[in-house]
């Protein structure tokens, strides 16, 4: 076996930019923040970080494309038992559940001239200024993914990017900005997660292997193979990397993380789930249908503990998505340049609505599921959900929509509608982080921690 | 290092397991786009969730292709010879070693080969079958960097000198771009001979691929990310109302002609100015109907003259008119740009915030271009809509879903403007034949061409190859074949160079 220590050494190679560019599984943090996580202890069950006994916690950062129609979103009241505006009457079965925070600011996210939706996608988790370019990627690990790296290898999949939306249209995705930008949240560096749109494929990457008919003989036989495979792949890799310039071997070592990820899961896996998978799900065509498949996998990775960490995309930034079937035939991103016409603000609302519909539908979901503890997933999980810009005509990263849903294991007191005017969202994160266990003490722009 | 491009990856299996019908990356992430194209190699990374299903994908259809039987069979393809019993290494080494060479485009070293058969041959010692043993064998080939990535490799990494690519990347490089997929036996053939790199092999080779039904790629992935045919393939949300015939039907036949149009550049010497101005297209009954044509004949697509017709070209094909429209109305902001970006290569810097406006309701009353003048009377927005509104008013005689009219909200179409850089036209199929004769497109074309090819956005040093290649390009008559026989046999697409320090 290939040691797996060298990938941590926080091994900086130089991009043609001259900027660093950290091996994925050696950073850490946002721009403020650079901690070198040493291998084995990420790779550890760490039990003390979900506590003994106690339902671990999970996290789901569920965005929605093109802001919000902030008017019928934020409510008029604060504190306990706030008013439920019109876009979240469809939540109001989880009422006492949500944390409505008005007033965040995200100004990592605003662009170098044109293109809020692309820099504003791309720091919606991160709080990272990126950079404008068609090719030269740099952005700062997400916030998901900073948890991910706390829990290591104490799920077999460390974390899943689902998405509604592939690659869509062709085309420039948005003023100078590289399409990653518009269609992943989830980062790692300057490298983006990209997600996976097919039902099909999401409940392969979580419950393929399994096979209950298997002998323990087989299956450690099967492991070695895969094993095999996987050791030869890294020679192969290894082998390569004295040979190539400073760019390529970006590339290289991104790959040889992504197989020595894939050697964790076969190392670790070979246990029985923790529940019955249920049947694959199909690849409907049906926007309604797929959602609500996506949501279903969600709450199944968390329930047979798969994965403690996902982010889901409703939709690319930007993104074009027609709503016919709700009578708005028009694509989004047009409606929400609505001019003040109030035609375009209903059009907005609907959609708007329709994502809570499909959010309430996940959070259901989530309530439905006891764990060990007698608690809910519910209970022990943060979904949060906002939008890259605020509103979309006006394309502003003040004063965004934030929802957080869930107790966190009961590091959210929720059911109040709070003001932060003015406060980086980059300081709700790090009190989620630091709520969540991580360790850190910046994150992103973060000028102190949100009291949660 | 590029990484293969989903499309890439799902051609290369289906040429390496030849009659195995498969398409693994159907269910992949989506590529990065960038420049408009889903090859370039800055943006195309591999990540944990990717990588675990290139491994499914790998051994998935290596064990289809292993149950498959029969004479010719791709199980017969891949395994062939018979492992005498104790002499299991010799074929092992035989098999990988010629499967090996075509999975990764080179041949393979003699240590490349051993590791593997001993993997092999530890298979077989824990109680595996031949079968399972050479399966374990072939997946390493698949998951490995030189599969998965097209490798280039420098003597110098760090030299900035430029230096001939091998027959073997040469020949990797012009089957990707023209084929979309793995070089064939005679490309690898070449490459061992060492006779690729010469102009006059490089002319031969293009004319030969172009004949070959591979070059359809360029249809599916050149044209249809330059000239947004795969735009055709989403629902393109058209308000039912105004427009209760545009159906999926309407669709699929408006991208049917888009590609049987392009096709003929890939088939026929035809200069690519007809891109814009051919006084011939491909319709089927509903495209006929839709144009004011008699309907062809037979049941099916027939290529038809436009004579008489007021249609000349691509920019007045239902497709791109309607992929570049709003949902009732038309959008000459969208159209001019496009025109701008994509045959013209002069992006418009995209409007301030905020001015950015819905669509003009299409019960407001007066034509389009009423309603655009307010673009042109604010000075904030008049520098870029003076470029881009003209060129797309000049197509306001087809509405949003590619429809001849004379009059807009009831009132004639006054379709006249300029083209940046001068001249004048009267309507669109002026402006189309004005379009032609620029400079710019023939330039344009060269740029999009070599952006696809190298996979890479170009740089202040590419702008003499660029001028040499145009220069060719313009002295063939500006074919499709002499487009890309100019880029093949110029030294940016031969050889590479190092990053320097």
């Known amino acids: 076996m290939t040691t797996n220590e060298e990938t941590i050494e926080g091994r900086a190679w130089r991009t043609r930019t001259g900027r660093s560019t950290l091996s994925r599984r050696s950073f850490l943090g946002g721009a403020g923040v650079m901690v070198s996580l040493p291998f084995l202890e990420a790779m550890l069950p760490s039990r003390a970080a979900a506590g003994a006994g106690a339902a671990a916690q999970r996290l789901l950062a569920f965005y929605v494309p093109n802001g919000i129609h902030m008017p019928a979103w934020t409510p008029t009241t604060t504190g306990p038992g706030f008013q439920l505006p019109p876009i979240l009457q469809p939540l109001s079965a989880f009422h006492s559940e949500l944390l409505v925070v008005s007033g965040l600011g995200n100004a990592p996210a605003m662009p170098d001239g044109f293109g809020d939706h692309a820099s504003g996608a791309a720091a919606f988790l991160t709080c990272t200024h990126a950079n404008k370019s068609e090719t030269d990627l740099f952005n700062g690990t997400s916030m998901d993914q900073v948890y991910a790296q706390h829990i290591g290898s104490q799920t077999v999949v460390p974390s899943l990017q689902l998405g509604l939306e592939g690659g869509g249209n062709t085309g420039n995705c948005d003023s100078g900005y590289a399409c990653a930008y518009v269609r992943n949240i989830s980062w790692v560096g300057s490298t983006p997660l990209s997600k996976v749109t097919s039902p099909a494929t999401a409940f392969d990457l979580l419950f393929s292997g399994y096979d209950p008919g298997a002998t323990a003989q087989e299956l450690a036989r099967r492991k070695a193979k895969r094993l095999s495979v996987l050791d030869q792949t890294i020679g192969d890799a290894e082998a390569l990397r004295g040979q190539l310039g400073a760019t390529d071997k970006v590339k290289l070592e991104e790959y040889l993380d992504s197989v020595r990820d894939l050697e964790l899961k076969v190392e670790s896996d070979g246990s029985a789930l923790a529940c019955a998978p249920g049947v694959p799900p199909g690849e409907p065509e049906d926007v309604t249908s797929r959602c609500r498949l996506m949501c279903d996998l969600m709450v199944k990775a968390f329930e047979c503990d798969r994965t403690r960490v996902i982010t889901f995309m409703m939709g690319n930034a930007a993104s074009l998505r027609t709503f016919g079937f709700l009578g708005y035939p028009n694509g989004h991103h047009l409606y929400t340049h609505h001019g003040d016409d109030p035609a375009n603000f209903a059009a907005i609302q609907a959609i708007n609505t329709w994502e809570m519909e499909q959010l309430a539908y996940l959070l259901g979901g989530l309530a439905g599921v006891t764990e060990l503890d007698g608690t809910t997933l519910l209970d022990n999980s943060i979904v949060y959900c906002s939008s890259e810009i605020e509103d979309g005509n006006a394309h502003s990263h003040f004063d965004l929509p934030v929802l957080i849903a869930g107790r966190g294991g009961g590091l959210i007191d929720p059911g109040r509608h709070v003001i932060q005017d003015g406060v980086p969202l980059a300081n709700l994160y790090l009190g989620l982080l630091q709520g969540m266990g991580v360790e850190t003490s910046s994150f992103g722009d973060s000028t102190g921690t949100f009291v949660l | ?501």
Not at chain 2, 223 to 246: C, H, I, S, V
């Open chain 2, 1 to 501: 290092m590029r990484r293969l491009t989903n499309t890439e990856y799902d051609n290369t299996i289906r040429d390496l397991f030849y009659g195995l019908d498969v398409h693994p990356a159907e269910g992949f992430p989506a590529d990065e786009v960038s420049l408009g194209f889903d090859n370039i190699a800055d943006v195309l990374s591999v990540t944990p969730v990717l990588f675990e299903l290139y491994d499914r994908a790998a051994e998935q259809t290596i064990a289809l292709a292993l149950a498959s039987g029969g004479a010719g069979s791709v199980r017969e393809q891949i395994l062939t010879c018979e492992p005498a019993a104790g002499a299991e290494a010799t074929c092992a080494d035989e098999i990988l070693r010629a499967f090996g060479k075509r999975a990764w485009r080179r041949p393979l070293t003699d240590d490349e080969v051993g590791e593997r058969v001993a993997r092999v041959q530890e298979a077989l010692a824990g109680g595996d079958e031949f079968d399972q043993a050479i399966a374990l064998g072939l997946h390493t080939l698949l998951v490995s960097s030189h599969f998965l990535f097209r490798v280039e490799l420098d003597p110098e990494p760090d030299s900035p000198e430029a230096h001939p690519l091998t027959d073997y990347e040469l020949a990797t490089r012009l089957s990707y771009f023209i084929w979309s997929t793995m070089p064939d036996e005679e490309l690898m053939d070449l490459a061992d001979a060492r006779e690729l790199n010469d102009v006059a092999v490089l002319e031969a080779q293009v004319r030969r691929m172009l004949q070959d039904e591979r070059a359809e790629a360029l249809v599916d992935d050149f044209a249809g990310q330059w000239l947004y045919l795969r735009n055709l393939d989403y629902d393109l949300g058209k308000d039912y109302e105004t427009f209760p015939e545009m159906d999926a039907e309407l669709q699929l036949s408006m991208k049917t002609e888009a590609e049987m149009f392009f096709r003929t550049f890939i088939t026929e010497p035809r200069s690519l100015r007809e891109l814009v101005t051919a006084e011939d297209t491909f319709v089927d009954a509903r495209l006929a109907q839709h144009y004011g044509l008699a309907a062809p004949q037979g049941g099916g697509f027939e290529r038809v003259s436009l004579e008489g017709v007021p249609r000349r070209g691509m920019l007045t094909q239902a497709g791109i008119l309607s992929v570049l429209s709003h949902a009732s109305v038309t959008s000459p902001v969208k159209r001019g740009k496009w025109v701008l970006e994509q045959l013209m290569c002069m992006g418009p810097p995209p409007p301030p915030p905020g001015v950015e406006t819905p669509p003009p309701s299409p019960d407001a009353g007066g034509t389009m271009r009423e309603e655009l003048e307010q673009h042109r009377a604010d000075p904030a927005c008049a520098g870029c809509h003076n470029l881009m509104d003209p060129i797309g008013l000049g197509l306001e005689h087809y509405d949003a879903i590619g429809r001849f009219r004379e009059l807009d909200n009831g009132q004639p179409i006054d379709a006249s403007g300029t083209l940046p850089g001068g001249g004048s036209f009267e309507d669109g199929l002026g402006m189309v034949a004005l379009l032609a004769e620029g400079d710019e497109f023939a330039a344009c074309t060269v740029r999009k061409t070599l952006t696809y090819a190298l996979g890479r956005s170009l740089a202040s040093a590419d702008s003499p190859h660029l001028e040499t290649i145009v220069a060719e390009f313009q002295e063939a008559d500006m074919t499709l074949e002499g487009l890309l026989t100019a880029v093949v046999t110029n030294d940016t697409f031969r050889t590479r160079r190092g990053e320097g320090q």
